[in-house]
């Protein structure tokens, strides 16, 4: 009995897990939890950043009408006090996700670079998501 509360408590992480592919609405979409919108510049996607820093409950997600090099969406949440970025990367008929942790000055430009050329710099620093399973 014991050893099973250990299990529980100490689970195991992976990286090796996929997502259905996006199907894309043909409209770019900026979204968090207060709703998502099509209809929107540089300074939305800066609002929509700074609400997850002001609110840790919130996230935000980028996606493009076409997953240019792979990168079908961007999006970003805090999580202890820390920025995570994620990008959703096309693989096959699924989506992986890779992280990296941020500062809002960073966070901003990927976001923004994301939107204007639909490319993310550096992806190699980016790592998989581990998932506790």
Known sequence: ?????????????????????????????????????????????????????????????????????????VQASVNYGEISVQLGIEVGDNTKLVEKVCSQEECEKIFLDFFDYGYVNEMEKYKPVQFFV
């Open 1 to 73: 009995m014991a050893f099973n509360i250990i299990k529980r408590i100490f689970k195991s992480k992976t990286t090796d897990i996929l997502f259905d592919k996006v199907v894309s609405t043909g409209k770019a979409k900026l979204e968090n939890q207060d709703g998502c919108i099509s209809e929107f510049g540089h300074s939305e996607i800066i609002e929509y950043i700074q609400k997850i820093i002001d609110d840790a409950q919130q996230f935000v997600t980028l996606e493009l009408t076409e997953a240019n090099y792979g990168v079908r969406y």
